[in-house]
């Protein structure tokens, strides 16, 4: 959790975003053609790891090799202008063209959609993929544009002032999701 | 990740870098993690310009304006290119036919450019202290793009963007920088943010063209004067030559060019008897003089690369200054 996070519940322990994960790579097989060429985007930073995690889950069990492309959106978003903290940079690099390609694109925690838009829009400077699919650990509600996820781990009704967070072994000292409450939220 | 890990210090980090400045004047006062940041940032930003589509909506609503009081191509363009790239709306002010020509003064310049609502002011002027001065009479952040013999800051971080392409680690890299110190603002620039980032830096020109005490002009670290090219290219990882500026030399201060390229000018008897150097150039070049012809176009010679990365650092630069505050 982040300094200053009162925590409210936790909402996925390891073995339910493992669970969770495998659900939703299953579902990825499905909707997806065969032989149509798709690839995974995972958002930074958490979104990285979670696509990495169904890449993997995906080609264990059906041994078909997703290439997984990384997404920074800073430069797409569209309140660059208006927050007081100075803006960092993260890596963006999709290894393959996404011009005609199936995206899955791989986000934790779909919010206001301001994020996912972004991406759409730094997607489509990338090429003109054929589809893109959008899938998030949790659904948190509280939409500020009209956006909706395809593929979704759990839908989680929250408040304004609330925060989801999932964490990932990778980065975080554990696996899991959590409901918490931040004073500057 | 691996591309963000294995670089070592001069890459991104987990921890944000807020810059402690508002605007860029000069690098002296930059520190090793501010400047990582803005090459880092850089980084991502050259990715940019190799996509399909070379241009990010990321400063859209942002105005620029580029105030050239003194001649200049590369440096206008590439700030011009930048900002067009993050999509920011620029205007440029270039002294010739302008009102500077009717005895319009900086400041009041200034002051109508501050009632035009300007986000950023990216200024080169003659005199050394100009963009420090701005700063004082306008809100908006001032982007210093060369200022008399003071600092070209943007061009000692694209040199340094340059050098960790091929040096991730800066710190202990030899660089020699040869030429015109006195008349070099790209000198002190770089003598500024390559000692920050830990490098041992060497002056080497003709005495006239090296002031004397230059050496204490950086608090710490590591910097050496020689009036001997061999001493400044043996065990040197990166030779920087400097360009004569002709225009700015008021009186006789070496022989003649001929004589300067003998003495200071990197031949191709250098490279092959330094196997390992990069030859770097803030450009234009005079050929045969600074460089021999076949120097300029040797493969370890990375004079494009600069200003490939030039255009990289100004939009880390303008965007990282105009997004957000480093107070909050």
Redesign the interface.
């Given at each position: 959790m982040e300094p200053e996070d009162i925590v409210k519940a936790q909402l996925m322990d390891a073995r339910d975003l493992d669970r969770t994960l495998d659900r939703m790579a299953r579902q990825i097989v499905e909707v997806s053609e065969p032989g149509e060429p798709v690839g995974l985007v995972g958002m930074q930073t958490r979104g990285?790891h979670i696509a990495r995690r169904l890449h993997d889950k995906i080609r264990a069990a059906d041994g078909i090799d997703i290439p997984v492309g990384?997404l920074?959106v800073?430069?797409?978003?569209d309140d660059?202008?208006n927050?007081?903290?100075?803006?960092?940079?993260?890596?963006?690099?999709v290894p393959y063209d996404v011009s005609g390609r199936r995206l899955f694109l791989v986000d934790d925690v779909l919010y206001t959609g301001r994020t996912a838009r972004a991406a759409l829009?730094a997607l489509m400077?990338?090429?003109r993929p054929s589809g893109v699919y959008l899938l998030v650990i949790v659904d948190r509600g509280l939409r500020e544009l009209p956006i909706r996820a395809d593929i979704v781990g759990r839908e989680v009704p929250t408040l304004p002032g609330e925060e989801v967070r999932v964490r990932v072994s990778e980065?975080d000292d554990r696996d899991g999701v959590w409901l918490v409450e931040h004073p500057r939220a | 990740?691996s591309?963000?890990s294995t670089q070592g210090t001069t890459t991104?980090q987990?921890a944000?870098?807020?810059?402690g400045h508002r605007h860029l004047l000069g690098l002296r006062g930059w520190s090793r993690p501010e400047i990582a940041?803005v090459l880092?940032?850089a980084r991502?930003?050259r990715?940019?310009l190799s996509?399909?589509?070379r241009?990010?909506?990321?400063?859209r609503?942002?105005t620029v304006v580029n105030l050239f009081f003194e001649a200049s191509t590369r440096t206008r363009i590439s700030f011009e290119l930048a900002e067009k790239r993050l999509s920011a709306d620029t205007v440029n002010f270039t002294a010739s036919g302008s009102s500077v020509s009717k005895g319009e003064t900086l400041k009041d310049t200034a002051r109508n450019i501050e009632a035009m609502k300007i986000d950023v002011v990216v200024i080169r002027h003659a005199s050394p202290g100009a963009p420090h001065f701005l700063t004082r009479c306008v809100d908006a952040v001032v982007i210093n793009a060369g200022d008399g013999a003071h600092e070209h800051p943007t061009q000692g971080l694209l040199d340094l963007l340059t050098i960790t392409d091929h040096f991730p680690e800066v710190r202990g890299r030899r660089i020699s920088i040869i030429g015109d110190i006195t008349h070099s603002r790209v000198a002190r620039s770089n003598l500024y943010g390559l000692t920050a980032m830990g490098a041992e830096v060497t002056l080497c020109g003709p005495p006239t063209l090296i002031p004397p005490g230059i050496e204490g002009l950086v608090e710490s670290g590591s910097v050496r004067v020689t009036h001997r090219l061999d001493e400044a290219l043996d065990g040197c990882d990166v030779a920087m030559a400097l360009r004569i500026q002709l225009e700015r030399l008021g009186r006789q201060l070496f022989p003649s060019l001929r004589e300067y390229h003998e003495r200071f000018g990197i031949r191709m008897e250098h490279l092959e008897r330094y196997k390992d150097l990069l030859v770097m150039h803030p450009g234009p070049v005079n050929r045969g003089v600074e460089l021999a012809g076949d120097v300029v176009d040797h493969e370890r010679a990375v004079i494009l690369d600069q200003v490939t990365n030039g255009v990289a650092v100004r939009m880390a630069v303008l965007?990282?200054l105009?997004?957000?505050?480093?107070e909050?």
């Open positions: 990285v990384v920074d800073t430069m797409y978003r660059f202008r927050r007081l903290k100075q803006p960092t940079v993260r890596t963006t690099h829009d400077d990338m090429g980065i | 990740m591309s963000e991104l987990d944000p870098v807020i810059l940041h880092a940032t991502e930003f990715d940019v996509r399909p589509i241009r990010v909506p990321t400063l609503g942002v965007f990282l105009s997004g957000g505050t480093a909050a």
